[in-house]
């Protein structure tokens, strides 16, 4: 059974760098693309940005001059950058594996964690 | 940017069934999925390419998509099927999230 699992700081400081990393277990990082979600509290979800295992990534425009997403293979993993934080970046950040093609969705989801946003 | 509209609220009683709608500019030239997300709990891929369901999602559970609206639709609505649902498409390298609709089993 594939599973992913977030990691990274709970509290990131006003205009410092949110840096999360998704682990892969269960399963290969490679022939699939990757995607970063995050949800406000109380509030719906928002598409971050997704990598293939060879490193092409598709990015949302309205965070896209912000962001870095990465992908190690040799460790099974991939990453998030998302520099200059606000408040409003303050949410439940996941990670999770597109079913196929990009169109196709998201089939395998972390468990999710909060980044909260504050001085 | 593209936008999707969802219904803030659905009501369904036990057994009978719900329809939740997402709508968008000429959204059936695309792809809609479906996620179900429970409190606390991360998103569940209901349906993917309109209409297929990945293993283990009930039956009950179906999709359509045509012209400028997509459609989830819950027959036999179960208690347990109370939840938010969100309908999700890509669109020119962009994924996109619908509103949110949450379906209240009363």
């Known amino acids: 059974q594939l599973q992913l699992q977030e990691s990274g700081p709970g509290l990131v400081k006003p205009s410092e760098t949110l840096s999360l990393t998704c682990s892969v277990s269960g399963g290969s990082i490679n022939n699939y693309y990757w995607g970063w979600i995050r949800q406000p509290p109380g509030k719906g979800l928002e598409w971050i940005g997704s990598i293939y295992y060879s490193g092409t990534t598709y990015s949302n425009p309205s965070l896209k001059s912000r962001l870095t997403i990465s992908v190690d293979t040799s460790k099974n993993e991939f990453s998030l950058k998302v520099s200059s934080v606000t408040a409003t970046d303050t949410a439940i950040y996941y990670c999770?594996?597109?079913?196929?093609?990009?169109?196709?969705?998201?089939?395998?989801w972390g468990q999710g964690t909060l980044v909260t946003v504050s001085s | 940017s593209y936008e999707l509209t969802q219904p803030p609220s659905v009501s369904v009683s036990p057994g009978q069934t719900a329809s939740i709608t997402c709508s968008g500019d000429?959204?059936?030239?695309?792809?809609a999925c479906w996620y179900q997300q429970k409190p606390g709990q991360s998103p569940v891929l209901l349906i993917y390419q309109n209409s297929r369901r990945p293993s283990g999602i009930p039956e009950r559970f179906s999709g359509s998509n045509s012209g400028n609206t997509a459609t989830l639709t819950i027959s036999g609505t179960q208690a347990m099927d109370e939840a938010d649902y969100y309908c999700?498409?890509?669109?020119?390298?962009?994924?996109?999230f619908g509103t949110g609709t949450k379906v209240t089993v009363l």
């Open positions: 999700q498409v890509w669109d020119i390298n962009t994924y996109v």
């Open positions: 000429k959204l059936g030239d695309k792809y």
């Open positions: 999770a594996r597109h079913l196929g093609r990009l169109s196709s969705g998201l089939d395998y």
